[in-house]
């Protein structure tokens, strides 16, 4: 009885030994490619680019199945990092997916003709407006990431573009000339 | 020579695993939809099969029976055989993405693969000795793959046939592999291991 229970444990022991080693030993760290990409991207997860979000946009770029220039919110910046992580040419963004924007803007909802018909929340990608069937909605402001996509569903057309004007809590200092801020790995 | 042959042709066609003992049934019907899981799904088990058949040979030959552990040998392999699994699974991950890649979901699944225990402890009932159990391990796994294949390629074409609608789906699968099987059967009279 103490034979089984002993030899059990060591055999044990030892097979989580080698797994733990092994672990360490292998380990790896995701696809770096895909990682790197993903990292460059600007996360709005709007799907302009025609993919479900920035990961799965990633993931097409690495594989080699969809080109650097679909990225409107990224605009030049974006691609012109992409174009030097992955040493291929610097191309200009694809107008089929949009266009760069001057500044950030959101949508806000003309409240009054609302109809409720809950359409704009289905284009959504990052569910920032609220509603319900036949009641307004509404845009969180904070939540919007400007990608615009809320406008063409919209059958009365109460969807409207406006700046974004800095306040003091949102001011931010201007990001460096020429240079990409994305954290860069290693 | 000729008897590792014996061991393999017997493997894979007379007495093959799935079709004639009915080991493995569920992977069998699980991932046959289509062909391409059933070829990673193959190619993970029979890397996975063969290594754990060696395994839990060495594991029953050196430490086992040294100590008369004898009956302890069921729970002994399942843990080989998870060993096994997952230290494939790393190794593979590290050294070759893209084979992860093709086999990545299907490695843990490997585990609950009832062939690869009744490959560890038929080894033990034949008395097979080292060799002979690499050989009966990896003829079992070709066996799988075989007819695992074969399966999602009829399975493929199967979606498209026009099935009685009662016959639909889970049950004309079924009633193909039963067809199979038969099929295999014939083979019985082949050669005697």
Redesign the interface.
Known sequence: MM??II??AI??AF?GL??GY??IR???EG?PVVDKIDAILPQTQCGQCTYAGCHPYAEAIAKGEADINQCPPGGEAVIIALADLLEVEVIPLNAEHGEVKESKTVVYIDENTCIGCTLCIQACPVDAILGAAKHMHTVIESECTGCDLCIPPCPVDCIHIKAVTPTLKTWKWHRPEGGYAAPRAG | MTEYALILLSTILVNNFVLVKFLGLCPFMGVSRKLETAMGMALATTFVLTLSSVFSYLVNQYILAPLGLEYMRTIMFILVIAVVVQFTEMVVHKTSPLLYNVLGIFLPLITTNCAVLGVALLNVQEQNNFIQSLFYGFGASVGFSMVLVLFSAMRERITAADVPEVFQGSSIALITAGIMSLAFMGFAGLIKV
């Open positions: 034979v089984v030899t059990l055999i044990a097979f080698l797994l092994s672990a292998f380990r790896v696809d």
